[in-house]
């Protein structure tokens, strides 16, 4: 075989196996990153459309909603697409009473399963963050008593039952090391709630947004980019970007009450692509970097320092840019997609077409094909 059809087909199959890589990885967000799908505008498209795009057009194959919306749920029939559906704060108290949570699965989950494959029900969202005492007394039993009606339905090994926190629940996170829960929360409200967790088999989840937490100072830290780092002196481990201290944090407060087996979903993050004038790193740019670093790292399985070697499913906030909104700029510009559904920016969440694929499989199938001839036309 001569030399220079050797560095040909190297060359070729250098860039063919390069390829495949990168489709690998894009599928390897598959199962583990999700969206958050929002629906406060008046401008988005059917969700019918949306479920088909979703399925057709990006790797995304988690939704998470924040209600029950049965239009919603009939469009993802069908589609296998891992739905959360959530039920509204304001509905935790009636969740406490058992004949309101049967009602509640019977109308809302038992009409669309199995056809859309629901697998998390969401009890209020940040309850604790919102001081209201009737929620936050109510959240733990409600939940209880939901988990009883989907076992009296035969659902409860197909979905789990569990509520997102903001960081507020957290009195300190830094170092990481040191976190824990805000004190009367922890014993009274947090501990029920993760034992509930861990016998129902069900996960801590969280809505880590280092957007809200940075300064211009630790920008590069948000964003997953080269920076200084900060050291936890207790652990000797380093931290190279900020999301995974707040992971951390979260798990301290978790393992100082007994709980560091659960699994940790992250709920919600995201960063905005515009805002208001006077805000820093608020641009399509910086909304990318953070989005695409986040996708790679959570599946990486490069874990974070204090917990290693981990994946973690995570929801980014959010499908579209939502024009009804209320609060600054910044709250109506987290979407990954515009409602005509064009992307803001490319982080790799769209899917190569199918006829490229094909074309490249085909290809390789050739390359092989013709590797192996001259291999055996040379040495035979």
Known sequence: MSKELISMLSSRLVAVISFFLALTLVKGFEGTIGVNYGTVANNLPPPAQVAHFLLESTVINRVRLFDANPEILRAFAHTGVA????????????LTKLNFAQQWVEDYIQPHTPATNIVRILVGNEVISTANKLLIVSLVTAMETLQTALVAASLDRRIQVST??????LSNSSPPSTGKFRQGYDT???????SFLRDSNSPFMVNPYPFFDCSPDTLDYA????????????TQLFYTNMLDA????VFSAMKLLGFDDLEIVIAETGWPSMGDATQ????AKSAAEYNGNLMRHVTSGVGTPLMPNRTFETYIFALFNEDLKPGPTCERYFGLFRPDMTPVYDI??????????????HATCLLII???LLIIKNHG
């Open 164 to 169: 997102p926190h903001s960081l507020g629940i």
């Open 83 to 94: 739905v959360t559906i959530s039920v509204p704060n304001d509905q935790i108290p009636d």
């Open 188 to 194: 009274h409200v947090i501990k029920p709630l993760l």
């Open 280 to 283: 820093f790193g608020v641009d």
């Open 370 to 372: 013709t590797v192996g």
């Open 348 to 361: 790799g969440i769209l899917r190569p077409t199918v006829a490229a694929a094909a074309n490249i499989q």
């Open 246 to 249: 707040q992971l951390d944090a």
């Open 223 to 234: 964003l997953f980019q080269p920076n200084a780092g900060v050291f936890d002196e207790n």
